[in-house]
């Protein structure tokens, strides 16, 4: 998967969490506006969550090179 397409689902992501993170203490509970805050907060973080899968999977670790370990 291309790194700039992650990246900016990443950017995505993030911004719809925290802008629901900020916005919550200040909604009233028990309002359809805490209830939508705390949705639009659940989205995100599971938004974020998958695209750091998609990032994990398209992009597995480099193997470990013994040849420079210094003993």
């Known amino acids: 998967m291309d790194s700039q397409i992650l990246r900016g689902g ?13 916005t919550l203490p200040f909604q009233p509970q028990g309002s359809a506006e805490f209830v939508v805050t ?6 995100g ?12 999977i398209a992009n597995p670790p480099l193997p470990h090179d013994k040849r420079r370990r210094k003993d």
């Open 10 to 22: 990443f950017r995505i992501a993030f911004i719809v969490l925290a802008l629901a993170l900020l």
């Open 38 to 43: 705390v949705l639009a907060a659940v989205v």
């Open 45 to 56: 973080g599971v938004f974020l969550l998958g695209i750091a899968i998609l990032a994990r």
